[in-house]
């Protein structure tokens, strides 16, 4: 009503978590579109904890992690970069992630940020209502995911929100397999991020079959 004071609304931030091994394109224009959809003040990007194991595979050391996504979100003033997982000791779970960050502050309106691959999986997450308490979701449409209706169903709408996402069918794991079978990867990543995995050797050259 006109006798409520005026207070500055809460600040909106977006938590884009992800494993980043490496960071990619997809990624970033993911963050870029939903910074600008919600007009959020700032895109926080929180690299998952270590020691984890993503199924089958060792994943690269968390520093290795971290420094490629600073890397990568350097240049943009309202991305940063939250070690929030990287310094939790075990594995990384979305609700220790959002209960952190909001920890650290209070007043602001999360937006977590996730693939529509990710987002189906929410429910199997620890402590699923919880999650809808600490943030507000955005599920951003991913070329070659689809979401079934059991899951879209059981999505409380007032907490998430889909957003579409120029079709960018760009993967870590695309970006991984391309540099062991010494193709290139720029323009899939960041040019730093390609000199960063060349410096270290991240994902080293598979020796090829022969005749
Ligand atoms: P991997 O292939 O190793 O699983 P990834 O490319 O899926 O890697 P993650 O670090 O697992 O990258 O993803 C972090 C978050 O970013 C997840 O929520 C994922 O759904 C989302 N994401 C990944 N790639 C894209 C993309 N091209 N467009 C939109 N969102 C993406
Ligand atoms: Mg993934």
């Given at each position: 009503?006109?006798?409520?004071p005026l207070?500055?609304?809460?600040?909106?931030?977006?938590?884009?978590?992800?494993?980043?091994?490496?960071?990619?394109?997809?990624?970033?224009?993911?963050?870029?579109?939903?910074?600008?959809?919600?007009?959020?003040?700032?895109?926080?990007?929180?690299?998952?904890?270590?020691?984890?194991?993503?199924?089958?595979?060792?994943?690269?050391?968390?520093?290795?992690?971290?420094?490629m996504?600073?890397?990568?979100?350097?240049?943009?003033p309202?991305f940063?970069?939250?070690?929030?997982?990287?310094d939790?000791?075990?594995t990384?779970?979305?609700?220790?992630?959002?209960?952190?960050?909001?920890?650290?502050?209070?007043?602001?309106?999360?937006?977590?940020?996730t693939?529509?691959?990710?987002?189906?999986?929410?429910?199997?997450?620890?402590?699923?209502?919880?999650?809808?308490?600490?943030?507000?979701?955005?599920?951003?449409?991913?070329p070659?995911?689809?979401?079934?209706?059991?899951?879209?169903?059981?999505?409380?709408?007032?907490?998430?929100?889909?957003?579409?996402?120029?079709?960018?069918?760009?993967?870590?794991?695309?970006c991984?397999?391309?540099?062991?079978?010494?193709?290139?990867?720029?323009?899939?990543?960041?040019?730093?991020?390609?000199?960063?995995?060349?410096?270290?050797?991240?994902?080293?050259?598979?020796?090829q079959?022969?005749?």
């Amino acid at each position: 009503s006109s006798d409520t004071p005026l207070r500055p609304l809460p600040r909106r931030v977006g938590v884009m978590g992800g494993t980043f091994d490496p960071i990619h394109h997809g990624h970033l224009v993911a963050a870029s579109e939903v910074q600008a959809w919600f007009d959020l003040d700032e895109v926080v990007f929180v690299p998952t904890g270590a020691p984890w194991q993503k199924a089958d595979r060792t994943v690269t050391p968390a520093e290795d992690r971290y420094l490629m996504t600073v890397i990568a979100t350097a240049s943009n003033p309202r991305f940063t970069v939250s070690r929030v997982d990287i310094d939790r000791p075990g594995t990384t779970y979305t609700i220790d992630t959002l209960r952190d960050l909001k920890a650290e502050m209070p007043d602001a309106e999360l937006y977590f940020i996730t693939g529509a691959d990710a987002l189906a999986d929410i429910f199997t997450w620890r402590d699923a209502e919880g999650l809808f308490e600490l943030a507000r979701f955005v599920g951003c449409t991913r070329p070659g995911y689809t979401m079934d209706e059991s899951t879209i169903a059981s999505i409380p709408a007032d907490r998430v929100t889909m957003v579409e996402i120029p079709a960018l069918a760009i993967s870590s794991t695309d970006c991984r397999e391309r540099t062991r079978r010494g193709e290139p990867v720029w323009y899939l990543v960041p040019d730093g991020v390609v000199q960063y995995i060349a410096k270290h050797d991240l994902y080293p050259k598979e020796p090829q079959d022969s005749a």
